[in-house]
């Protein structure tokens, strides 16, 4: 039907609010159809897939519930949502995969008692990432006087435990929203990996689990009210570029006068020093 809309604007449109009517809440079995029908949209393409992952994220049971199928069913049809993305484009199938995944841990983890790796059990690999920055991120709620390699170790250990708790309920979507401390990339930067950050931000990631531990940690204390400022001075410190990266960028988004920046504006790296002189307002991204 939209296909026969003769203005391209409205054709689009058409797309949009055809996808948005497919994919409800409650009614996901089209979600990964509807993603399709998003790349279509022209201008709406980026709404189009954000009301999609929305809708797909907010099928993730809490972290503490034995709900070993309705993770099933999550990452089925996240499988669905790569596969027909991908056919288009394969590098935005990555980002919408990840950014549900992102949305889905951040509504998981919300509400849980009890910290625990229990959905790594049934969530595939590319889900970990975002367990992780979930993990850290409820560890940082709780206490805010570790060092870096406390907390890290911490975020393992919680991800080793498993436990589930009969009726618990996840965070409802739109309850929270998760800052965004990486607007643009300075140049130099293109190159870095990254992965989504909870819901539409963004954050750095290695294949190294200490270092994207460290990372995650560091996301996480940015975030909290007050920030942690002590854990992200300790990364400037760290052996690990990419570590060191993260602690400049967040440090001169969220305390952009802090003299900790000062000394890290001769720090080895160029990428290192060119964010602790690059003060920035909080945004997505």
């Known amino acids: 039907l939209c296909a026969t809309v003769p203005a391209p604007?409205?054709?689009q449109v058409c797309l949009f609010q055809a996808a948005a009517s497919g994919c409800r809440a409650g009614q996901t079995a089209a979600?990964?159809?509807?993603?399709?029908?998003?790349?279509?949209?022209?201008?709406?393409?980026?709404?189009?897939?954000?009301?999609?992952?929305?809708?797909?994220a907010s099928m993730a049971p809490s972290a503490e519930a034995p709900a070993a199928d309705a993770w099933s069913r999550l990452a089925g049809r996240v499988r669905e949502l790569r596969?027909?993305?991908?056919?288009?484009?394969p590098i935005l199938a990555d980002r919408v995969v990840g950014r549900t995944w992102a949305e889905a841990m951040l509504l998981s983890y919300g509400l849980v008692r009890d910290?625990?790796?229990?959905?790594?059990?049934?969530?595939?690999?590319?889900?970990?990432?975002?367990?992780?920055?979930?993990?850290?991120?409820?560890?940082?709620?709780?206490?805010?006087?570790d060092?870096?390699?406390?907390?890290v170790e911490t975020v393992?250990?919680?991800?080793?435990?498993?436990?589930t708790r009969a009726l618990a309920e996840p965070l409802q979507s739109g309850h929270l929203r998760i800052a965004g401390l990486w607007a643009r990339d300075l140049p130099g930067e293109e190159g870095i990996p990254w992965v989504a950050y909870l819901?539409?931000?963004r954050r750095a990631w290695s294949p190294d689990a200490t270092i994207d531990?460290?990372?995650?940690?560091l996301e996480a204390a940015a975030r909290m009210n007050p920030v942690q400022v002590d854990l992200l001075v300790e990364g400037l410190g760290d052996e690990q570029e990419l570590v060191r990266w993260t602690a400049a960028r967040l440090l001169a988004a969220t305390k952009p006068g802090h003299i900790a920046l000062a000394h890290a504006r001769d720090d080895s790296s160029a990428r290192v020093r060119q964010r602790a002189g690059q003060p920035q307002s909080p945004s997505s991204g």
């Not at 949209?41 to 897939?49: E, F, I």
């Not at 393992?156 to 436990?163: D, F, K, V, W």
């Not at 531990?213 to 940690?217: A, E, P, R, S």
Request: aromatic share 4%; with cysteine.
């Open 9 to 11: 604007r409205w054709r």
């Open 31 to 56: 979600c990964p159809e509807a993603a399709e029908l998003c790349l279509g949209a022209g201008v709406y393409r980026t709404p189009c897939l954000a009301e999609v992952v929305d809708r797909l």
């Open 83 to 89: 596969a027909r993305v991908g056919t288009a484009d």
């Open 115 to 145: 910290v625990s790796g229990t959905p790594l059990d049934y969530v595939p690999a590319d889900a970990l990432p975002h367990v992780r920055a979930a993990v850290a991120w409820r560890m940082a709620a709780r206490s805010s006087d």
């Open 147 to 151: 060092d870096l390699a406390t907390r």
């Open 156 to 163: 393992a250990r919680m991800l080793a435990r498993r436990e």
């Open 199 to 201: 819901q539409d931000a």
């Open 213 to 217: 531990g460290k990372i995650c940690v």
